[in-house]
């Protein structure tokens, strides 16, 4: 059964992943039209339903069977797991951040720049690479 379990985490955080990295590209995208457009409208609908239907499912079962695996393997006793436990807790905190972003677009408050969007496209990333290190190395 862990082995199941284990498999099921990994595609719940492979489509949180990509969730997390197309969203901030949208934003980019998003940042060019005029807001109240055909454009600007069109991406509003695909940030919600990219939130609603693949990122917020895909976090949540990440950390459910990320928790249990944790807890079944007794990983959590791990100097590596503290550590892929807080970058875990930075990617779910920028979550957050863009879930508040979303907002802001569907309500045409956008307050920053494409540019902006570019640079934070990036952190999900960065997070990504050091928890994969970190999984596969364990290096404490």
Sequence with gaps: MYEWLKAFHVIAVIAWMAGMLYLPR????????????????????????LLKAIINPAM?????????LAYDSGYYLSGWFHAKLALALLMSG???????????????????????????????????????????????
């Design 94 to 140: 920028l979550h957050g951040w863009l879930v508040g972003r979303v907002r802001d677009f569907a309500a045409d408050r956008n307050r920053h720049s494409a540019r902006f969007y570019r640079i934070i496209n990036e952190v999900p990333t960065v997070l990504m690479v050091a928890i994969v290190i970190l999984v596969v190395v364990k290096p404490f």
């Design 60 to 68: 949540t079962v990440a950390w459910l069977l990320g928790a249990w």
């Design 26 to 49: 949208l934003f980019v995208y998003h940042c060019d039209a005029e807001p109240g457009s055909r454009q600007s409208e069109t991406f509003k609908v695909m940030e919600r339903r």
